[in-house]
């Protein structure tokens, strides 16, 4: 074992070094007690501000030259930690409060900005500083019960304690994604739609992303739209923020070159209110987005991210969104304490999970609870347990704690996360995810891994998960998913995620594949919006659920019917066919009115154009009284086929 606290002073013999060589090996896998209790929380209590802010206002308030060399180290200094500083030295926070909370109503703004806070702005403006250098100002976003601000860094504790009981001031954290002409409209079959002119025309998608650096390269070289609205929520110029947002868009773009098309730029889960209002109020039918977020409420339809894909659902809006690459770096469960020394135990008798973290990279670490009258601290220590290397102590700020920690020793770290129950009832569970920039050497839990907003109950909300391109045509019950895809059920029990979709699929920004649950979302995304264009007469609803249904038939892998590895299986189209129409008497809350698949086949039949195309769920044709003579042609097909033929009335 491993103790903290220990100060023995081995002698230097050769027993000594093979003793020390032995316990060093051994590290990932014996057990490791954290048996003194972690140092005093930097932040004051009844601060409730993260502790990487407070601790980044204690150092910038001890220098306050105006020079700008000055300035710009410390803007340098705060980027590693996660922390994006203007020149002015403000920075770029959310001010949250309890979820039922309305930050309009609960603030007094006029108060925070006499303080220095900028706050709840439409509109991007600039600011001119004192150097004469110019700062442009963006638009700011509120979303119920949290809010985008910028803060005067040396006022941060004045301001975080004239908040309302509830509130707390984090920092935005960096951006959590879910990555590692594409394949993928060949895997899902959506190519027989495209080519057929069944591209998404008549309808309007959009990417919600952070990043668009090569979205112009890809224009010009035809694998993303000519055509599109942007908007940008962010300070930065559209055109900017990495790659990941384009490989998005041409994912999608592949199934569905004919749609309208709106491409979304945000930096905060605050962002997502606007985004959805702007969505619903131009028409979007469909919108990928692969971002992950976390510790916005443990209980299923809980936190901004939900609430916004909840709402766009309930305006029709198809809502794909990533399962998150987590399955590698996770763990939930009980807490445990069998030695009562308030470290919780990952299992009996250690109390660290080792992890590896490479030169210059950096990640989110998040940790959340679910019983409020708990307080836990979440802490990344040295290798060898000696000292404490990040920390998150809010003292009492809600059920989360999360940091940024980047390696910036220029050598790989061998580091280890750890859980304090700081007060309160043990009788709660926690749940423990990082996000890139780490290897996870044990105890990893794949299962209650996926992100939010996946954790909804809304229709239209579609969680995918992983499967290789190259993976893709195996047969059901094949055991194909993706290493790394997150898997359910969430919190509430619902089975997640709902379908898979291909990854790995190329395209012009990434040419040797565009990875993760990133790259399985807009697949699937432009697979739905191609498959939609084909009968713009049915609903979301129903377009979902011909989705699942279909994903269960032609692609159920691992467990027969929806599990929480692959949910129904992987987005798999019919062939297309003109004037296809849809008979399914299993549709739950069936409309006999073509918005979902048809209730009768005379319906149906009156409803399916000459020469079109009835598609029947079910083991047998339904029977129905005579339909007369009609002079129509149409293809009859049982789903799943038991036999087809063409036939006249």
Not at 101 to 124: C, N, P
Not at 581 to 595: E, H, K, S, V
């Amino acid at each position: 074992m491993k103790y903290l606290t220990s100060n023995l002073v081995l002698e230097r013999t050769v027993f000594a070094v093979v003793f020390c060589f032995l316990i060093l090996s051994a590290s990932f896998a014996s057990e490791n007690q954290l048996s003194a209790p972690p140092p005093p929380s930097r932040v004051p209590q009844g601060v409730p501000v993260s502790e990487a802010l407070y601790t980044s206002s204690q150092s910038v308030a001890s220098i306050q030259s105006t020079d700008k060399n000055v300035v710009d180290q410390q803007i340098l200094e705060l980027k590693i930690k996660g922390i994006s500083m203007r020149r002015d030295r403000k920075v770029f926070v959310e001010i949250i409060g309890p979820e039922n909370a309305d930050f309009r109503t609960d603030l007094d703004m006029q108060k925070l900005q006499s303080m220095g806070v900028e706050i709840d702005r439409d509109i991007a403006s600039e600011k001119t500083l004192s150097d004469n250098s110019i700062v442009q100002l963006e638009p700011l976003s509120v979303a119920g019960h949290r809010g985008e601000a910028y803060i005067p860094l040396d006022r941060l504790e004045e301001i975080a304690r004239f908040l309302p009981k509830g509130y707390r001031i984090q920092e935005v954290l960096p951006p959590d994604y879910d990555d590692v002409v594409g394949q993928g409209p060949a895997a899902i079959n959506s190519d027989s739609y495209r080519d057929a002119g069944r591209n998404g025309a008549g309808l309007t998608v959009a990417v919600i992303d952070f990043g668009y650096s090569n979205l112009n390269n890809a224009i010009t070289n035809g694998d993303a739209p000519g055509s599109y609205t942007a908007v940008n929520y962010t300070p930065n110029t559209f055109i900017g923020g990495g790659n990941h947002g384009v490989g998005c868009v041409e994912a999608m773009y592949d199934h569905a070159p004919g749609a309208n098309w709106v491409i979304y730029k945000i930096d905060s889960v605050s962002d997502m209110n606007a985004v959805v209002t702007h969505a619903i109020a131009n028409g979007v039918d469909v919108i990928s987005h692969s971002l992950s977020r976390y510790n916005l409420g443990w209980n299923d339809n809980t936190g901004t991210a939900c609430t916004e894909a909840n709402r766009a659902s309930n305006n029709g809006i198809m809502f794909f969104t990533s399962a998150g690459n987590r399955a590698q770096s996770h763990w939930q469960g009980d807490f445990f304490d069998p030695t009562a020394d308030q470290w919780h135990d990952w299992v009996n008798g250690d109390e660290a999970i080792s992890i590896t973290v490479a030169p210059g990279q950096g990640g989110n670490y998040y940790l959340s609870w679910s019983n409020p009258g708990t307080d836990m601290d979440l802490y990344l220590y040295s290798s060898d347990l000696s000292s404490v290397v990040m920390s998150s102590t809010n003292t009492g700020a809600g059920v989360f704690e999360s940091f940024y920690y980047e390696n910036t020793t220029g050598s790989t770290q061998n580091l280890n996360i750890a859980v304090w129950r700081k007060s309160g009832s043990s009788n709660t569970q926690l749940e423990v995810f990082t996000h890139s920039a780490n290897t996870w050497n044990q105890y990893a839990i794949a299962a209650n891994s996926t992100t939010s907003p996946s954790n909804c109950t809304a229709t239209n909300v579609i969680s995918v998960g992983a499967v290789s391109q190259t993976a893709y045509g195996n047969p059901n019950g094949s055991n194909v998913i993706a290493s790394y895809s997150s898997q359910g059920p969430s919190n509430g029990g619902m089975t997640l995620p709902d379908i898979s979709g291909p990854t790995n699929t190329t395209g012009f920004t990434y040419a040797s594949g565009f990875g993760g649950t990133s790259s399985a979302t807009p697949n699937a995304a432009g697979a739905a919006t191609a498959f939609w264009s084909a009968d713009t007469n049915l609903v979301a609803s129903g377009i979902t659920w011909l989705v699942k249904e279909q994903a269960d038939l032609w692609r159920d892998w691992g467990a027969a019917g929806n599990d929480n590895i692959y949910g129904k299986g992987g987005i798999q189209l019919i062939d297309y066919h003109f004037g296809t129409r849809w008979l399914a008497d299993n549709y739950p809350g069936l409309i006999d009115n073509g918005t979902v698949p048809f209730e009768t086949l005379q319906a149906t039949h009156d409803n399916t154009p000459n020469n079109g195309r009835i598609l029947v769920f079910g083991d047998s044709y339904p029977a129905s009284a005579a339909l007369g003579t009609t002079g129509k042609s149409l293809m009859v097909e049982m789903v799943p086929a038991s036999g087809s033929g063409a036939f006249g009335y």
